[in-house]
């Protein structure tokens, strides 16, 4: 069995994502590591970051952003297209640049990709995850934040990246430009495993959080309309009162130990649980609605989501 890890990324040091973190945190298990570099700012570093790894495992494919010709978000998907079609393993382990995979899941991965490498059914195999929100002891656990998503794959010529890269679908006779199709596209089959994504892209100095935000919004809306969306807002995102979060008991991966050692903004966060700048526009899951939606399914249904993103057909094994 040989299993293969990928990503995309861009101007990752500049917008403060731990690529570096996210490569390390699978690369022991993995026979190689694909990355999807692309064209980063003069003032970024993410090549050295990668290239610090010395790992003759790591192959970087140079790549060139193009949003007129993959706009609303599919850029992301065409680009871990890219890095996904550079992989030769039977599995493909994606990793995107925010995410970080604990050490002690790496047996009980590993030996799901071994069981089941011959079953092919199973097309993908699912995760758990952790969505931490403005430092590394509070995450989000309400409605409206996935809960699992699909991380590995089969290796096979239907399987693309999908719409924003949040999620793969089998697509025959895919077209390499819209990934956002619905008709003639094929969930996949997945098997869920008992491990964890910890998803840190919600953690950043506020000042780079607001900067990852429209660089995110600009894949997605495009460079004019992020200008006049951000034209009046502050240089720095709001992550509103930590206090009403869920606090994280765990421990975070080895890996993280240095990137987290960084955190230098507590005193730019309130933790508390009232609201200390009044007009403050509301995030999604603050929202009356998604409060109450929270409510219901952590209270009344043990945790069971109602709708909510699921693009994948559960299987059991």
Known sequence: MRLSGFTMVKNATK????????????????DEFVVALGDCDPDDRTREAIESIRSDKIKIIDTVWDLKTYPNGTENAHQTNIAKNHCSGDWLFYLQADEVIHEKYLPIIKNYCEELVDDQEVEGLLFNYIHFWGDYEHHQNGHGWYKNEIRIIRKHPDIHSWESAQSFRRIPDFDGKNYRQQEGTF???????????YHYGWVRPPHLMQNKKKALDTIHKGKEKVADLYKNQKD???????GNCAVFKGTHPEVMKDF????????????SKKEIHPNRKKQKHEKLKYRLLTWLEQKLLGGREIGGFKNYVLIKR
Request: aromatic fraction near 20%; charge should be positive; glycine fraction near 2%.
């Open 15 to 30: 917008l403060y994502y731990p690529i570096r973190e996210a490569i390390l945190s699978i690369l022991p298990i993995v």
């Open 260 to 271: 987290i050692k960084k955190f230098d903004w507590a005193d730019q966060l309130n933790f």
């Open 236 to 242: 720095y995102f709001d992550y509103g009162p930590l």
């Open 187 to 197: 969930k996949l089959k997945v098997v869920k495993i008992p491990a964890y994504v």
